[in-house]
């Protein structure tokens, strides 16, 4: 499942690329949410939607975020399980395959199982790297939550889960927290990381870093608030 805005000259590119990993190998259906893209991103999503009749074509007549459209995007899902990946190119899609394994070898339920990317070798700006490294070290501190990279958007879940968490503007930056809040058990794969081919990110330091700090101590209070009972049954 992929959201994305305004970015036209990767759609082809990272379709192809999908399709080049998961051919064969597994079922699957590749679905896009427009987030009220301005460029030519939905002509390029029709022309590939009759080129591919299981690519599926969701759009946000505005933009409402990026976690509306992963929301979007995922209760339209005709399977139990999302991947989620990023519409820049810079997650390779091959790295799916390693999600799934780590899937499979957990011991956990299916509805109690979250996959979260790893990126290494981050092939971004220098200042996007400090922030994202200073954003995870907060997070680790004020959430007491050892995920190790909260901003990666390269996950495996299910629906089932995800129909579970709290929903609100800004929340896919803390999925991996919330599915923990919610009992499950957070895994983390190590990906690999690619320059943006082209485009430019539509989420800069400075446009979310305020947004960002209060939707941290809005997660930080719904931690202190979560009561995990242990259910027995009665005979």
Avoid at 50 to 68: E, I, T
Avoid at 121 to 135: E, G, Q, T, V
Wanted: charged share 30%; hydrophobic share 40%.
């Amino acid at each position: 499942m992929v959201p994305v805005r305004n970015e036209a000259e990767n759609i082809d590119p990272l379709i192809a690329e999908i399709h080049a990993a998961l051919d064969g190998r597994i079922d699957f259906e590749v679905i896009y949410v427009d987030d009220g893209s301005e460029d030519g991103t939905r002509e390029r999503l029709l022309a590939a939607r009759r080129r591919d009749p299981r690519l599926r074509v969701l759009r946000h007549r505005r933009s409402c975020g990026q976690s509306a459209a992963i929301r979007t995007g995922v209760l339209a899902a005709r399977s139990d399980l999302v991947v989620t990946l990023d519409g820049d190119g810079q997650n390779d899609p091959a790295d799916i395959l390693k999600l799934l394994s780590a899937w499979r070898d957990g011991e956990q339920a299916a509805e109690s199982r979250f996959i979260a990317g790893v990126r290494q070798r981050r092939r971004d700006r220098w200042l996007k790297r400090i922030s994202s490294h200073f954003a995870n070290a907060v997070c680790r501190w004020l959430l007491r939550d050892d995920t190790r990279d909260i901003g990666c958007g390269f996950r495996l879940f299910s629906v089932e889960l995800y129909r579970a968490l709290p929903q609100f503007d800004h929340m896919h930056r803390f999925l991996p927290v919330l599915a923990r809040r919610a009992g499950a058990k957070v895994i983390s794969v190590e990906v690999g990381h690619r320059p943006r081919r082209s485009g430019r990110s539509n989420y800069g330091v400075h446009n979310r870093l305020w947004v960002g700090i209060v939707d941290l101590l809005g997660v930080t209070w719904l931690q202190r608030r979560v009561a995990t009972p242990e259910i027995e049954g009665l005979e």
